[in-house]
């Protein structure tokens, strides 16, 4: 094991791509506040990599050197006003201006200060004890946003938050076992007041306990040890953040919004280094929930664009969240008062035995089999009671995968004994879990086959692809025929898709400037998995706030500024930015540098054993070789050395 500091390199030696080091972020913001654009007024939303164009990257790839750059996002208490900030790391400012009607995402600090607020309120305090809770620090409280209609007296514009609350009956008791229904503060966050207190319904909060730490439950079953080892190393190498491993080229990058990210990836075909993609990253998770009771139906949280979800981002532990030879990857984040907090063991990286990677026994007995390995590159956060896992493997047939995993504890609520309860399942007497989706939005900047091309990016063209079968007749004499259609998409309004099982659906994007050994434009398809369709109507809030759910398919003309597809600054947005507005235009995808949105999820009808903690639930799509290489890369695959006959 050994842990690569995000050490203080200022100089242009650090890659262009690189996650914004704990130096560089202390040095910009240090600038920023000796020039006065920063100062007692403000927080610091979010602090993000300003990445390189294309064309700057492949000058940096030429030996030029790039000046790095971040963009600050600062909230003004003052005025509630959120500006964005563009400053190089050496402190100089390149632009800054105000963002017209956008709201900030949550911060830590105000989430602490809205707690304490409604922990001090004589209202709330009374109405625990009403509940027979009479000591307040034995409540739990969280702080989400409003993520369905405000309610109509505190729709003025001001930014609000409101705090389910559960009670913590002993220190290390799952409080989610207990919740508080019925009960909210809800605070102004500019004003740090709480404007309202909702105490609706007296349902008794349930009491049968949920422990899952193995303090309280002894688990015991066992297993005998299993060890990874590999005595001559890894197989991988990483040079800053720069990765190589098999054939496969990329840099890890990070950023305090989205998390993980994976840029610049390439493959060693045969000694030509051929680009596959430029940025890929998980640009969006919502959670709308789908629970009509009270306080439960606001549950509507943009985990991304709302919270940050890189700055909730776990220290791992080794043998545990990642199992062998780990390299460790350090991130930094800057807190709203401009304190830069590093991430000790991030993102960890290692490969992975995956079963065979393809096998044949000829009819003279030869056996040929390869082992399949992959290589891991992973982070998990914990926001409130949900983890969530984001998984990147490479594949030695040319494969990426994404995987998130879904774990932690599901959201919880009380209700009376015996009731129906229609959108919630009940896990315990009186404790009910609500129905709810998890969807995700994945920002794919693919650069099929780039070369030379690199620097203006890389025109691509995405196809849809069906299998389907003639009528019975002349094209279909014996009824088993099928055949596949091939569907260019040529503007974004053809290409808002949805996936179709029954058509065996999938996605090609395809290089038509570059043919492979049989004519045909070389590419990679876009394989969805287990994934879902929302059940919020279209015209809901949040149907309205996160109308990118409605398609799993999204195909844009790349654009730097279109990053997250339900907008900037959803927190209390009425809706309807991002992909919705930008397609609106219709704009020509065919042969440009294009970015494909893929959409998926889960729809989580909560079972009893996701309870006290849910086990992992996975979700993710596979981007696979589709006529790129001339045959399967995983041929050149040495045997194992010890000969598997
Ligand atoms: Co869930």
Same mark, same amino acid.
């Given at each position: 094991?050994?842990?690569?500091?995000?050490?203080?390199?200022?100089?242009?030696?650090?890659?262009?791509?690189?996650?914004?080091?704990?130096?560089?972020?202390?040095?910009?913001?240090?600038?920023?506040?000796?020039?006065?654009?920063?100062?007692?007024?403000?927080?610091?939303?979010?602090?993000?990599?300003?990445?390189?164009?294309?064309?700057?990257?492949?000058?940096?790839?030429?030996?030029?050197?790039?000046? /790095?750059? @971040? $963009? %600050?996002?600062?909230?003004? =208490? &003052?005025? !509630?006003?959120?500006?964005?900030?563009? #400053?190089?790391?050496?402190?100089?400012?390149?632009?800054?201006?105000?963002?017209?009607?956008?709201?900030?995402?949550?911060?830590?600090?105000?989430?602490?200060?809205?707690?304490?607020?409604?922990? /001090?309120? @004589? $209202? %709330?305090?009374?109405?625990? =004890? &009403?509940? !027979?809770?009479?000591?307040?620090?034995? #409540?739990?409280?969280?702080?989400?946003?409003?993520?369905?209609?405000?309610?109509?007296?505190?729709?003025?514009?001001?930014?609000?938050?409101?705090?389910?609350?559960?009670?913590?009956?002993?220190?290390?008791?799952?409080?989610?076992?207990?919740?508080?229904?019925?009960?909210?503060?809800?605070?102004?966050?500019?004003?740090?007041?709480?404007?309202?207190?909702?105490?609706?319904?007296?349902?008794?909060?349930?009491?049968?306990?949920?422990?899952?730490?193995?303090?309280?439950?002894?688990?015991?079953?066992?297993?005998?040890?299993?060890?990874?080892?590999?005595?001559?190393?890894?197989?991988?190498?990483?040079?800053?953040?720069?990765?190589?491993?098999?054939?496969?080229?990329?840099?890890?990058?990070?950023?305090?919004?989205?998390?993980?990210?994976?840029?610049?990836?390439?493959?060693?075909?045969?000694?030509?280094?051929?680009?596959?993609?430029?940025?890929?990253?998980?640009?969006?998770?919502?959670?709308?929930?789908?629970?009509?009771?009270?306080?439960?139906?606001?549950?509507?949280?943009?985990?991304?664009?709302?919270?940050?979800?890189?700055?909730?981002?776990?220290?791992?532990?080794?043998?545990?969240?990642?199992?062998?030879?780990?390299?460790?990857?350090?991130?930094?984040?800057?807190?709203?008062?401009?304190?830069?907090?590093?991430?000790?063991?991030?993102?960890?990286?290692?490969?992975?035995?995956?079963?065979?990677?393809?096998?044949?026994?000829?009819?003279?007995?030869?056996?040929?089999?390869?082992?399949?390995?992959?290589?891991?590159?992973?982070?998990?956060?914990?926001?409130?009671?949900?983890?969530?896992?984001?998984?990147?493997?490479?594949?030695?047939?040319?494969?990426?995968?994404?995987?998130?995993?879904?774990?932690?504890?599901?959201?919880?609520?009380?209700?009376?004994?015996?009731?129906?309860?229609?959108?919630?399942?009940?896990?315990?007497?009186?404790?009910?879990?609500?129905?709810?989706?998890?969807?995700?939005?994945?920002?794919?900047?693919?650069?099929?086959?780039?070369?030379?091309?690199?620097?203006?990016?890389?025109?691509?063209?995405?196809?849809?692809?069906?299998?389907?079968?003639?009528?019975?007749?002349?094209?279909?004499?014996?009824?088993?025929?099928?055949?596949?259609?091939?569907?260019?998409?040529?503007?974004?309004?053809?290409?808002?898709?949805?996936?179709?099982?029954?058509?065996?659906?999938?996605?090609?994007?395809?290089?038509?400037?570059?043919?492979?050994?049989?004519?045909?434009?070389?590419?990679?398809?876009?394989?969805?998995?287990?994934?879902?369709?929302?059940?919020?109507?279209?015209?809901?809030?949040?149907?309205?706030?996160?109308?990118?759910?409605?398609?799993?398919?999204?195909?844009?003309?790349?654009?730097?500024?279109?990053?997250?597809?339900?907008?900037?600054?959803?927190?209390?947005?009425?809706?309807?930015?991002?992909?919705?507005?930008?397609?609106?235009?219709?704009?020509?995808?065919?042969?440009?540098?294009?970015?494909?949105?893929?959409?998926?999820?889960?729809?989580?009808?909560?079972?009893?054993?996701?309870?006290?903690?849910?086990?992992?639930?996975?979700?993710?799509?596979?981007?696979?070789?589709?006529?790129?290489?001339?045959?399967?890369?995983?041929?050149?695959?040495?045997?194992?050395?010890?000969?598997?006959?």
């Amino acid at each position: 094991m050994s842990a690569v500091a995000a050490g203080a390199d200022l100089s242009s030696r650090a890659h262009p791509l690189d996650p914004l080091s704990k130096g560089e972020l202390e040095s910009l913001i240090a600038g920023l506040r000796d020039q006065g654009v920063i100062d007692q007024r403000h927080l610091i939303a979010v602090v993000q990599l300003e990445e390189p164009s294309k064309a700057t990257l492949a000058r940096f790839r030429l030996g030029e050197s790039v000046e /790095r750059a @971040a $963009r %600050v996002t600062l909230l003004d =208490r &003052s005025s !509630g006003e959120v500006s964005e900030v563009v #400053v190089t790391v050496s402190g100089r400012v390149v632009s800054n201006r105000i963002i017209a009607g956008a709201k900030a995402p949550i911060l830590s600090t105000e989430s602490e200060m809205a707690i304490a607020a409604a922990k /001090r309120d @004589a $209202r %709330v305090i009374e109405a625990l =004890r &009403s509940r !027979g809770i009479t000591d307040v620090e034995t #409540v739990r409280m969280e702080t989400w946003p409003i993520g369905a209609q405000i309610p109509k007296y505190l729709d003025d514009g001001r930014r609000i938050i409101w705090t389910p609350m559960w009670h913590q009956p002993t220190p290390a008791a799952n409080f989610y076992a207990h919740p508080i229904s019925g009960l909210h503060a809800i605070v102004d966050l500019d004003s740090g007041e709480v404007v309202a207190v909702e105490n609706e319904q007296q349902i008794a909060v349930p009491q049968t306990p949920g422990p899952y730490r193995q303090s309280q439950t002894g688990a015991g079953v066992a297993l005998k040890p299993l060890e990874i080892k590999q005595p001559a190393g890894v197989s991988f190498s990483i040079d800053g953040h720069s990765v190589k491993w098999e054939r496969w080229n990329f840099n890890i990058g990070f950023c305090q919004r989205e998390g993980l990210v994976i840029h610049d990836v390439w493959f060693d075909d045969a000694g030509e280094m051929r680009k596959i993609a430029h940025r890929m990253s998980i640009a969006e998770l919502v959670i709308p929930y789908g629970d009509p009771s009270q306080g439960a139906y606001r549950k509507n949280a943009f985990d991304t664009g709302e919270f940050g979800l890189g700055n909730y981002t776990n220290s791992l532990t080794l043998g545990c969240d990642c199992l062998g030879e780990i390299v460790y990857l350090d991130v930094a984040v800057a807190t709203p008062n401009g304190i830069v907090r590093e991430i000790k063991n991030a993102i960890c990286t290692h490969e992975e035995d995956f079963g065979i990677l393809w096998k044949h026994v000829d009819v003279d007995g030869n056996v040929e089999v390869r082992r399949g390995r992959r290589l891991v590159v992973s982070s998990i956060v914990t926001i409130n009671n949900y983890e969530y896992g984001y998984f990147w493997y490479f594949y030695q047939d040319g494969s990426i995968e994404f995987e998130a995993k879904l774990t932690g504890i599901v959201l919880t609520l009380a209700d009376h004994l015996g009731t129906e309860h229609g959108s919630a399942t009940e896990l315990e007497p009186g404790l009910w879990a609500p129905y709810h989706q998890h969807i995700l939005c994945a920002r794919l900047d693919l650069d099929i086959d780039g070369g030379a091309d690199e620097a203006a990016g890389v025109r691509n063209t995405v196809v849809e692809v069906d299998s389907f079968a003639h009528e019975m007749g002349p094209k279909n004499v014996y009824g088993g025929a099928y055949e596949t259609s091939e569907k260019v998409l040529r503007r974004e309004g053809e290409a808002r898709r949805v996936v179709d099982p029954f058509k065996s659906r999938f996605w090609k994007i395809i290089n038509p400037g570059r043919k492979n050994h049989i004519g045909k434009p070389v590419g990679y398809k876009l394989l969805s998995g287990h994934t879902t369709y929302p059940l919020a109507k279209p015209e809901s809030r949040i149907g309205r706030r996160a109308g990118f759910m409605y398609h799993h398919l999204w195909v844009t003309p790349n654009r730097a500024d279109e990053r997250y597809p339900a907008g900037d600054y959803p927190y209390q947005h009425p809706g309807g930015a991002g992909l919705p507005e930008w397609t609106r235009a219709d704009r020509e995808i065919e042969n440009t540098d294009v970015v494909l949105w893929h959409v998926f999820g889960t729809n989580h009808i909560p079972r009893a054993e996701d309870w006290p903690v849910m086990p992992v639930e996975r979700t993710g799509f596979h981007l696979k070789p589709s006529g790129f290489f001339s045959r399967n890369p995983g041929i050149d695959v040495a045997p194992a050395p010890k000969a598997c006959h």
